[in-house]
């Protein structure tokens, strides 16, 4: 653990503004954080978050909420390039961080090209229902900030035509409320969906560096993963038949 802030409870915001640098004194070993019983309002802001990401920090705890847009945030929204997602129809085409959760629905396709230039989502990801055959238009999603436990983080589903779903060539982070919240449902798309991965469920393709792999892990699961989730079928349910991808010998050590 190279960070840790625990039972704090008045503590609201991290406000460390000369932060530059995080070392692991293990070689080779990924940075994790913990932010852990905290004010139940605690926030990071979005100068944070792409601080951590930078420094190439993963948390196994992070109860926090999204802080209120600064003035820097609404001048990048007042020039569109920090967009609030309302939907696929009225986001602006220069977009490079979205704050909301990104809904791609049937007919929604041509729109999906919107998102070529997003580096940051601050929300979840579904698409559904589509005729994309891949999502190239994600290469350039860097990070994923969700900090809902109830729901996926990704829903990939009922894309009949979508034969690759890699996408994020340069993703380096997913930051979610708990480590064991990070899932994914991948379900009922194309049957070929995994060949780009040699049969593997991964939607950041084949990953070898042991701190990428624990950076972008996910619990997928659906039929395009192992257990198919029915409709009706709540998050837990869905967590108890996923497929934790992550190779990485510490997980012990974080009691996961």
Known sequence: MVFNIQNCPNMTRLELPALKNLDNSISNAPKIANFQNLHP????????????????????????KLCEYSEADTTEIENEELC??????K??????????????DSGDEKNAEKLTFVKSL??????????????????????????DDTTPVIEIVSNKDLRNASFG??????FTRSFKDRNAVIQDNHPDIWNSTNGECN???????EKAM???SL???GGDCGTRIDNGSTLRNMISGSILVIVFSLTHELHL
Do not use: M, Q
Request: hydrophobic residues 45%; contains cysteine; proline residues 1%.
């Open 214 to 216: 624990y950076r972008t």
């Open 84 to 89: 609030i997602f309302e939907s696929i129809d």
């Open 169 to 174: 060539k340069l993703f380096s982070t997913i």
């Open 203 to 209: 939607l950041f393709g084949l990953v070898t560096d």
């Open 219 to 221: 619990n997928y699961t």
């Open 122 to 147: 601050f929300g979840s990801l579904t698409i559904r229902n589509t005729n994309l055959a891949d999502l190239k238009f994600l290469d350039r999603l860097t990070f994923i900030v969700y900090l």
């Open 41 to 64: 309002d605690f926030c990071l802001t979005i100068s944070d978050f792409w601080l951590f990401y930078e420094l190439g920090v993963s948390f196994k705890n992070l109860h926090a």
């Open 91 to 104: 986001l602006p085409h220069a977009c490079k961080s979205i704050v909301g959760n990104v809904l791609i």
